[in-house]
């Protein structure tokens, strides 16, 4: 199989773990890194076996043996990043949120298409072979109609005041961080499963850190600041914290809460959907089990193993059944996904009917879903029409 050579722009908390999850596949190679500066280049260059360190993410789009790139920048940097990169005529693999509004997505979905080039944004959880078999009982019938999703997804990491990240920064994580930065994963999730689009949306938002410690250097997702480092005081305008009300299209309800703040939750998100006739639920912290819940016989959980899933959805199964399967695996699928139509030279065009993994035009949706709960907030929690 011909190699696929990949760029990575943005090296932080989750670029390694995209070069981790695309190298399983065995057909990647990453040649190009672009960082923040050509030092911390180099030194992840050395650190991650990749050959050639750039300056900056132009020169490194200028290189013409690239062919996709991977773009895990803060959120600020993806629109203008992935612009240059479909100009490139690379085929772009962006991390989530796609952008910081739903303005900026679309210009990014459509420059895309015009190019022609592969386009993918990183709704990971998707790609937890439970998920799909969820995604694949729910489109066979098997619940009856759905009447209501609802879940939470919770984290705890940035609980104390001495938690820092850019994703509180507005002008890099724009002007949400709860809902931009995991809700959005909710939302894709949700709507995955269940097959329905959400239109409308009630919010109430919060910030209950108010003020924060931020430290002088770089802090990466997850690790903890203890207020040692040299910090300045930062006042948080984005939220930490949020509950939803959504409706879907075909009527469904539903509801759904986010949080950064709330001990002992680490990357706790759930989907439940309540259907006419069962009902199923999935909770990424517990990634091998799939609730499956009935009113007249007894509930069950199905265990992820091949051999008792959809044939539609084995290929998702990497391990036999009882061998512990997570999110670095869910993130191999969804690599997988992507780079198997890359390597099958398809067009995201003529091919469409091939395309398995989120594409620009979720991301800009997801962005759509995103903005009508911030502006639900900020109109005292009114009912908000998602306007894609
Ligand atoms: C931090 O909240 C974070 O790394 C998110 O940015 C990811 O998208 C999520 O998958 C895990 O948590």
Same mark, same amino acid.
């Given at each position: 199989m011909k190699k696929i050579r990949a760029g990575i722009i943005g090296a932080g908390f989750v670029g390694p773990l995209h070069m981790e999850a695309a190298r399983?596949?065995?057909?990647?190679?990453?040649?190009g890194i672009a960082t923040s500066n050509l030092a911390s280049a180099q030194q992840k260059a050395e650190r991650y076996g990749i050959s050639m360190a750039f300056e900056n993410y132009a020169q490194l789009l200028e290189d013409p043996t690239i062919d996709a790139v991977h773009i895990c920048t803060p959120n600020h940097l993806h629109y203008p990043v992935v612009m240059a990169a479909i100009d490139a005529g690379k085929h772009v693999i962006c991390d989530k949120p796609l952008a910081l509004s739903a303005a900026e997505a679309r210009e990014m979905r459509d420059a895309a298409k015009r190019k022609g080039v592969v386009n993918a944004v990183?709704?990971?959880?998707?790609?937890n072979a439970l998920v799909q078999q969820a995604h694949a009982l729910v489109a066979k019938g098997?619940?009856? *109609?759905?009447?209501f999703v609802h879940g939470c997804y919770l984290q705890d990491w940035l609980l104390f005041e001495t938690d820092f990240s850019w994703r509180l920064e507005a002008d890099k994580g724009g002007v949400t961080s709860s809902v931009g930065d995991i809700g959005s994963h909710w939302c894709d999730t949700a709507q995955f499963i269940s097959g329905l689009q959400i239109t409308r949306v009630l919010s109430s938002l919060s910030t209950m850190v108010q003020v924060r410690k931020k430290p002088k250097g770089s802090r990466e997702a997850f690790a903890s600041g203890?207020?040692?480092?040299?910090h300045e005081e930062f006042l948080v305008t984005s939220d930490d914290l949020g509950s939803v009300l959504v409706e879907f299209d075909n009527g469904a309800k539903g509801a759904f809460s986010v949080g950064?703040?709330?001990?002992?939750? *680490?990357?706790?998100l759930q989907v439940e959907v309540n259907g006419s006739r069962s009902s199923l639920k999935w909770v990424q912290e517990r990634p091998d089990e799939l609730w499956l819940g009935y009113r007249d016989r007894a509930n069950a959980t199905l265990l992820r193993d091949a051999s008792l899933m959809d044939e539609a959805v084995r290929g998702y199964v990497n391990l036999p059944g009882g061998h512990g399967e997570g999110w670095a695996d869910a993130f191999k699928n969804l690599m997988s996904s992507i780079y198997s139509f890359i390597a099958a030279g398809y067009s995201p065009s003529s091919d469409a009917d091939k395309i398995t993994f989120p594409t620009f035009e979720d991301g800009y949706r997801a962005n759509c879903v995103v903005d009508a709960i911030v502006r639900s907030n900020q109109n005292r929690s009114m009912w908000t029409t998602v306007e894609y």
């Open positions: 399983r596949l065995g057909y990647v190679d990453f040649v990183t709704f990971n959880y998707r790609f098997e619940l009856g *109609k759905v009447q203890e207020g040692k480092e040299e950064q703040v709330c001990p002992g939750h *680490k990357n706790d």
